[in-house]
């Protein structure tokens, strides 16, 4: 395995460059030793280098300025300094530039393979987020995928992996963490690229219908069914399913999926006849289905049908790292959008954003910068277009409206009460137009529409000149 990387060593002390080249030689390194680093920087400058080291001391070009060429060459390169005790203060200025490490002399041989052996690790590293990345951009823009942080990096590492195979994959996190993002990735890294990603909300759809939608129907199925109609399953053949929330559904919709899963073959309803599928089926949910199955809510047969690979991913709070580049994703795209030209957020705001904890997640950041990004006056999103609970979290964080409802209501009704005030202010601040009312939410223009059904919510009389108005303004 080390024969593939390609050291080079500038040493100016004969007796040590020698104990230097044997040493990599004996542990298979492609080595080149040069004395001095004129030399060394026209091999670097032609050849392929995966790790340097250098003493610091060295005739004619130093080791310091041997390091600033080379990093301009190629700032990725790891670079290890070898240097004696009096110049240890500048080795460590060295580090705050960039450089790997530094080895006092007189060191131990095992010191240096260990620290060669770490470093190689992150050029390795290194080097397969870049493929990675490269791979990316060949099937579908990158641009769309910000993901900065350690985790979410490995996260993408095995979406990219598992989209290889066609096992089941099961996506867990909270509500608005990217689940779909993922399950866009694995979709296409996998083979099944150039056919059909068949996204279905379980949550939005009522109950009376799921069935109809995954499997499909035939005419005259159920009231209302005027023609044989393909489910989802049969419309993502040769592709990707993808089943979001899937914790909503009920347990004999449960037993109906299962035997979908275990034949590959769909049954529409109404018929008889069995048609096979051939897909592969990611499934995504902000629940515990582990708990479900304890509580005789979900099947355990399917729980482990769809856990095949299990994708977890954290909340944005716990990878902040990823918050300023969202940032400037949101911007762009809402630039775009609304014809606006903001450059970037203050120092301020920023700040405010990366101390908030984000209950709602992505969708949640991503909401607030729309908001800020339509109030803004000049060309720099300033503390004071934030909403008020990102300024001062807990004073109307949106966690508090709880608290505010009805005492009295149980919890279920309590939240009930709340979702309703929700969906009405924001109905009413766009006029009753459930395209913008859907897309504030962060939900289907379907779930949107069902939510108002089922909680009653009564759309106001407007003025039919007015309504013309109102619906043709830009978004």
Do not use: W
């Amino acid at each position: 395995m080390n024969k593939k990387f390609n050291i080079l060593a500038v040493e100016d002390d004969r007796a040590a460059r020698k104990v230097i080249d044997c040493e990599l030689t004996v542990k298979g390194y492609n080595a080149r030793c040069f004395e001095n680093a004129e030399e060394a920087l026209l091999f670097f400058r032609d050849n392929p280098v995966d790790l340097v080291l250098v003493d610091y001391t060295l005739p004619g070009m130093s080791g310091e300025e041997f390091f600033l060429k080379i990093r301009e060459l190629n700032p990725l390169t790891p670079v290890i300094f070898i240097t004696a005790l009096d110049s240890v203060n500048k080795a460590v200025q060295l580090l705050k530039m960039g450089a790997y490490t530094y080895l006092t002399k007189p060191f131990a041989i095992e010191e240096l393979h260990h620290n060669i052996e770490n470093a190689l690790e992150k050029v390795t590293l290194e080097k397969e987020n870049l493929d990675l990345q490269e791979k990316l951009q060949e099937t579908f823009s990158f641009k769309e995928y910000v993901f900065n942080s350690e985790e979410m990096q490995k996260i993408l590492h095995m979406a990219t992996r598992v989209a290889q195979s066609d096992s089941n994959v099961l996506i867990t996190g909270e509500s608005g963490t990217g689940k779909d993002v993922v399950a866009h990735i694995i979709h296409k890294c996998s083979n099944r690229k150039e056919q059909n990603l068949v996204k279905v909300n379980l949550a939005s759809l009522p109950a009376t219908l799921i069935e109809a939608e995954l499997f499909g129907a035939v005419k005259g199925a159920y009231t209302g069914s005027v023609a044989n109609r393909p489910g989802k399953f049969e419309e993502a053949d040769n592709g990707t399913l993808f089943l979001d929330e899937i914790g909503e559904l009920s347990m004999d919709i449960q037993v109906k999926l299962l035997r979908v899963i275990q034949d590959r073959e769909v049954t529409r309803l109404g018929s008889n006849k069995p048609i096979n599928v051939n897909i592969r089926l990611i499934t995504a949910t902000n629940r515990n289905l582990q708990e479900l199955v304890k509580e005789k809510k979900f099947r355990e047969d399917l729980f482990y049908r769809l856990n095949v690979i299990d994708i977890h991913l954290p909340p944005l709070r716990e990878r902040k790292e990823d918050i300023p580049l969202l940032i400037d994703l949101f911007i762009k795209k809402f630039n775009q959008r609304e014809g606006k030209q903001i450059k970037t957020l203050s120092k301020d705001a920023l700040n405010a954003l990366m101390k908030y904890h984000f209950p709602g997640n992505i969708r949640e950041l991503e909401n607030i910068i729309e908001r800020a990004l339509v109030l803004a006056r000049g060309n720099v999103l300033c503390s004071e277009d934030l909403p008020v609970f990102v300024l001062s979290p807990g004073s109307s964080d949106p966690a508090s409206f709880y608290l505010c409802a009805d005492s009295s209501l149980a919890l279920p009704a309590r939240l009930t009460a709340i979702e309703k005030d929700i969906l009405e202010k924001v109905l009413k601040k766009h006029h009753y137009h459930q395209t913008n009312a859907a897309r504030e939410l962060g939900i289907s223009e379907s779930c949107l529409r069902y939510k108002i059904r089922t909680l009653g919510i009564r759309k106001k009389k407007l003025k039919k000149d007015y309504i013309l108005h109102i619906t043709n303004l830009p978004i």
